[in-house]
């Protein structure tokens, strides 16, 4: 392809070498997966949908309405309120939400129970989130605070609420909410190498001997998923005894292809390793006496792929030297905000998300650069379908999106119902569990409907009481503008209206009000982004 | 207190009957239905499917023996008397296969190769692309347990641990809030759902083509799917025992109640073993035996289920097929800690409609290692093909009159 020019219909057409370029503003040029020779149309988003898709991404919320009227008249503003987003109060907390859908942390249930903590049954989803949010907060940290992103694997410091500081050997510093902590159990710093959550979800067992949680490591770290790789006995010696087996992890060439760097990586988290998994004492400590009994339980040295290493510190600080670390970044930004799986065909894409990375070295460089890329902007790329030009909401997003605007926090007996699975509405509503669900979910299901059609009954009762005494008519086209990022053409605003009227003769007022929001909180431009 | 979805309590949408609610109501032709039954963590199939006592290098359970009926047998044990229970009682309609190979030992990748054939997330599940195109309402529903999807995701309908979807449908959801919240009342409802099809619909008609499109069109079927729930809430009893020790026979109850209504195609429901402590013995090996109990007490009253509900002249079991599977097999010797890791090689066991019951298909060697089989015979052979979950799928998907794909499908155990 060598060029770019506008449709009849104003979307961006790639064009082949020997077309003349026509407008060229605002183009975008993509690489076709299948066939190089083919255009393929990137729809750009309208200025709003976009402000509202950059909203939900980077802090959770919808944009305000003044918001919504800069942009519809300035397109420009777009990268303005971009870098406000980048910087706002609720960013942190949006960049929480993203992590999960990564690390998997935020689970259920771990091998210990609160019930050994001596819990309330009404800590039990704190007690869970505080365990799985732990990495994940030391890492909204270090974004928010724009730190080098490197420092998720080299502070010496973590973050923790009082849930933590209540159950685990932790000082924590003074006020609300998710603090800098300390661990006082002799656990060298390593960023979230160095925290119980991470490893409480990624667990061991004896005869494990931490490869589980090295294959982890390096899935979330570098992007390398040994666990990718089949792994046949047939092709293997005999492995009838552990002595048997051990042997054969250092020996056999087949088993050497992963073990023998998987094997050292492991043996430098031994001070995490357990005795017994299921004792929460054994599990709330870092163990330093064990540091080195990895290295004798396995008869293989501390390496970082060849490079000889110390123990859990120099580990964290390999992670972060390590070229692919970089490139790990990048996909896996670029995978949490385009909402799919990144392929050969996005490389040379890919690479420029590094190269901003690498000459800034906060991951805030790479939210900007893959908000900027036009896959990000676009609406759609015609029949293609490579790019997900509607991205389905989440659970977390209804919860952030509406709770501020709503007063609402669906909240049941200490748990949150739109985030947990054993009582609530999570995984139903298109969320990911961290361990049967892993990705959310990109299209329409029967459960998430009814998660969306429950949720907005839920949000409508509750900002009712505030409509009342409105004028019906403007007040339905500003709530469409601000919950959709899409002016209400004068058809739909006559049937809300027709509705609000229907129901308020049925009912009242404030059922009419809210009936009226949950529609609008159903329709389709509510439910993707 | 839990109950199950009732017209009083029950939305009301506003589609009327849809493609999918004619289809349902009209009591189409019954088809083959499949049971996925998940025994999670990992068995040791020389607890039950493959003896191997008195191997060197496999460590076995004292006391164990071999029984047989006809050309099936198995590991027997006074320990175990669910176990000779069910091959005696149906025992003809069961088809062992071991010595199956699934290519991963984490569990995770196991889940996903043992019910996906692949390793990577692009995938549908066996039960989900069973499922798919089946023209049912709750085309795979989910008790329990894992389901893999990637194009087929609108096929699994979850029914929650908890019972979440009954609480959703019949708006029981809203007692559980701390903010009040109450269900509208019935014609609000149905003023509201008719608006928001009305509107979904103009929305798909004027969708762009690609994504958007599939995403439109999706939503559309999630609005029909609702609709037609809502208008058969009388006939559906989704309800599942929650609280204490729920059985695995009545925690899939729903599903089989939906297999009789021709409401759904496939269905899955995880065995965590005895008391839910899981199967993944890496200490104490010994609990594989209370769990094979457990879970085959479970399957003799599933089956003894099955075959009391009739079809249209016809048994529930001869309608549908069981597939009893684990994502991994146990390691042949013991561990330092007195259990068993894990091991790529395991074994799965088919009942009910579309098997060639009554025998046993592939082998372990001794070293615990899977035979080579021919596909046809189920004999094992040195130049016979690997037996690999992908096989498995491939099999269930032609059991099913799907397209198995690449894949030579295991016809020695396909009636």
């Known amino acids: 392809m060598a060029g770019y020019g506008r449709a009849s219909d104003g979307a961006c057409v790639a064009l082949a070498a020997d077309e003349p370029p026509g407008d060229t503003s605002g183009m975008v040029e993509t690489a076709s997966p299948n066939d190089t020779d083919a255009p393929v149309v990137l729809t750009p988003l309208s200025a709003p949908r976009l402000l509202r898709r950059i909203s939900l991404d980077l802090r959770g919320v919808l944009p305000e309405l003044a918001e919504l009227d800069a942009v519809e008249a300035d397109p420009s503003l777009v990268d303005t ?183 050292p990586l492991a043996a430098t988290l031994f001070g995490f390793w357990t005795a017994n998994e299921y004792n929460r004492h054994e599990l709330d400590s870092y163990h330093p006496e064990r540091e080195l009994l990895g290295e004798e339980l396995m008869d293989v040295e501390m390496s970082w792929y060849g490079e000889p290493l110390a123990g859990l510190q120099e580990l964290g600080a390999a992670v972060a030297s390590d070229e ?73 997003l209804m919860s952030s999106s509406l709770g501020e605007l709503s007063g609402l926090a669906w909240t049941w007996d200490g748990y949150d119902q739109m985030d947990n699975d054993s009582w609530g509405y999570r995984q139903l509503g298109g969320g990911v569990d961290g361990v049967s669900v892993t990705t959310v979910q990109s299209t329409p299901s029967l459960t998430w409907l009814l998660v969306v059609r429950r949720w907005g009954f839920a949000v409508g009762q509750t900002m009712a009481p505030d409509l009342s005494g409105e004028e019906v008519r403007t007040k339905l086209a500003e709530l469409a503008w601000r919950l959709h990022a899409v002016r209400i053409d004068d058809e739909e605003l006559d049937r809300l209206v027709g509705l609000f009227e229907a129901v308020e003769a049925a009912s009242d007022e404030a059922t009419a009000w809210g009936t009226a929001i949950t529609v609008l909180v159903r329709d389709p431009e509510f439910v993707s982004y | 207190m839990r109950r199950g979805v009732s017209r009083r309590g029950v939305l009301v949408g506003g589609l009327g009957t849809s493609l999918l609610g004619q289809l349902a109501l009209a009591g189409e032709t019954r088809r083959h239905n499949f049971l996925f039954v998940f025994a999670a963590g990992g068995w040791d199939p020389t607890y039950c499917f493959a003896s191997k006592a008195g191997v060197s290098g496999i460590d076995t359970q004292s006391g164990a023996g071999v029984s047989s009926s006809g050309e099936l047998s198995w590991v027997s044990h006074d320990d175990r008397p669910s176990v000779d229970d069910f091959f005696a009682t149906w025992g003809d309609r069961c088809a062992i296969v071991n010595g199956m190979e699934v290519r991963s030992i984490t569990h995770e990748r196991c889940r996903r190769l043992l019910l996906t054939g692949r390793v990577d997330s692009g995938a549908d599940d066996w039960g989900a692309t069973l499922a798919h ?248 052979s040195d130049k016979g093909r690997a037996l690999t979950s992908g096989v498995l799928g491939a099999t269930l998907l032609a059991m099913g009159d799907r397209d198995p794909g690449d894949t030579d499908p295991l016809t020695a155990i396909m009636a």
């Open chain 1, 324 to 396: 692919r670390f970089a490139w790990c970044t990048a996909e896996t930004w670029a995978e949490l905000l385009w909402r799919r799986t990144v392929d050969n065909d996005d490389w040379s894409t890919i690479d420029g998300f590094r190269q901003d990375y690498l000459a800034d070295g906060t991951v805030r460089a790479v939210l900007r650069a893959v908000t900027d890329s036009e896959e990000y902007r676009a609406a759609g790329d015609g029949e293609v379908g490579r790019v997900i030009g509607r991205r389905q909401i989440t659970p977390a």
């Open chain 2, 133 to 380: 195109g089946s023209d049912t309402l709750l085309p795979y529903l989910v008790a329990s347990g894992p389901a893999f999807t990637s194009q087929y995701t609108a096929s699994v309908v979850r029914l929650g641990p908890a019972g979440q979807l009954v609480e959703l449908l019949d708006g029981s959801c809203f007692s559980r809030s701390d903010a009040g919240l109450v269900a509208p009342g019935a014609t609000v409802q149905e003023l509201e759902g008719a608006f928001a099809a009305a509107r979904v619909e103009r929305f798909a008609a004027t969708a762009g083509a690609g994504f958007e499109r599939r995403w439109a069109e999706g939503y559309q079927q999630a609005i029909e799917q609702l609709d037609t729930v809502t208008t058969r809430a009388d006939d559906l009893d989704l309800e599942i025992q929650t609280g204490g020790y729920v059985t695995l026979h009545a925690r899939i109850k729903p599903a089989l109640t939906c297999f009789e209504e021709g409401l759904s195609r496939c269905a899955m429901v995880q065995h965590d073993g005895l008391w839910d402590v899981g199967w993944d013995t890496h200490s104490g090996i010994d609990a594989q035996s209370e769990h094979f109990e457990d879970l085959f007490q479970n399957l003799g009253d599933l089956l003894d289920d099955l075959d009391t509900r009739f079809v249209d002249g016809a048994s529930l079991l001869d309608q549908t097929t069981v597939v009893v599977v684990s994502e991994m097999g146990r390691t042949p010797g013991i561990n330092g800690t007195g259990g068993k890791d894990h091991w790529t090689y395991t074994s799965a066991m088919l009942v009910g409609a579309g098997v060639a019951g009554g025998r046993v298909v592939g082998a372990f060697d001794d070293d615990l290692l899977g035979e080579g089989v021919d596909l046809a015979s189920g004999e094992t």
């Open chain 1, 81 to 263: 309120y971009r870098e406000q987003y980048l910087y706002d109060a609720r960013f942190s907390e949006r960049f929480v939400q993203l992590l999960e859908e990564r690390f998997h942390t935020t689970v259920d249930e771990y091998l210990v129970f609160y019930e050994e903590y001596r819990l309330d049954d009404t800590d039990e989803y704190r007690w869970e989130r505080s365990i799985g949010e732990e990495p994940l907060r030391l890492m909204a940290w270090i974004a928010d605070n724009d730190l080098p992103w490197t420092d998720i694997v080299t502070v010496d410091y973590t973050l923790a609420d009082d849930m933590l500081a209540s159950i685990w050997p932790i000082e924590r510093e003074d006020g609300e909410g998710w603090q800098v902590a300390r661990y006082t159990d002799g656990r060298p710093g390593a960023g979230i190498l160095a925290t119980n959550g991470l490893w409480f979800r990624y667990y061991t067992t004896v005869a494990n001997k931490n490869r589980a949680r090295a294959a982890a490591l390096s899935r979330l770290m570098l992007c390398e998923d040994y666990l990718n790789r089949p792994v046949s006995f047939a092709s293997a010696p005999s492995l009838a005894d552990e002595g048997a087996t051990e042997e054969a992890l250092k020996t056999d060439p087949y088993c050497l292809g992963c073990h023998s760097s998987l094997d």
